[in-house]
Each structure stands twice: as C-alpha cells, then as structure tokens.
C-alpha cells in the first residue's frame, strides 16, 4: 500500500518537489543518491537520503504550525533521521540557498541548521 501510496505522490508532485528532484536526482549533489517519495515507517518522505540518514521536506501553507509535521518529524528523529523541512516558496524563488543548505548539512554530522526557519502562514502558495 505504501509502495502504491508513494508512486501516486511521485506523479502528482508539486513543482516545487519538481524543482528540487532536479537537483537532486542523480547523485548530483558530493555523489549522493537521493529518492523521492519514498516509503519508511507510517509515513512517506518527500526525499530520502538513507546512507547519510537525511530526509528533506518540502511545505506548502497548509503545513504552517501543523502539529502533525512536528510529531512526524519527532517520530523520523527518534530513529535517527535527520529532517530539513523547506517551504515550497523557498524552493521556488531561492533553489540555489536551498541547495547550499542541503550540502551544508550531507557534509557535517550534527543536526540541520534551521533554513530560516518557517513563520506560520509564511509558506502559503
């Protein structure tokens, strides 16, 4: 079901997860292999890196102060994942930062700086 789950969201992804899988794919990014909507526990990730243990989300408004965001989140942590979550807005006008971003936390070991951080109602599409 989670296999049939993430192939639907594969084909139906925003143009901001578009944007980003651009990047991404290929190993474009020091040679790490990324996949996108990918299946783990209960919930289905935008990207996953699995060899570094790191998870990219990207948001749009309706995720703004979602509790449910913040508990999935906890639940990917507590299994030793680390999660970067980024608005779509971000992706879309400021790909480059984002990148930056991302290589910034494959090449360290510690948790994600905050990309600035999500105001609530700032990421509304």
């Given at each position: ?89 971000d992706v879309l006008r400021n790909l480059d ?29």
């Open positions: 079901m989670a296999n049939s789950n993430a192939r639907t969201l594969r084909q139906n992804r925003t143009d901001a997860e578009r944007a980003l899988w651009q990047r991404l794919r290929r190993k474009q990014l020091d040679g790490v292999r990324f996949r996108q909507q990918a299946p783990l526990g209960p919930y289905i990730v935008d990207f996953l890196c699995a060899k570094q243990r790191l998870i990219i989300e990207v948001d749009g408004g309706q995720h703004a102060g979602a509790n449910a965001d913040r508990a999935r989140s906890a639940w990917l942590e507590g299994r030793g994942f680390r999660v970067m979550r980024f608005w779509n807005n930062g984002v990148i930056e971003a991302i290589l910034v936390v494959l090449r360290s070991e510690g948790s994600p700086p905050p990309f600035p951080a999500p105001i609530e109602g700032a990421g509304e599409d």
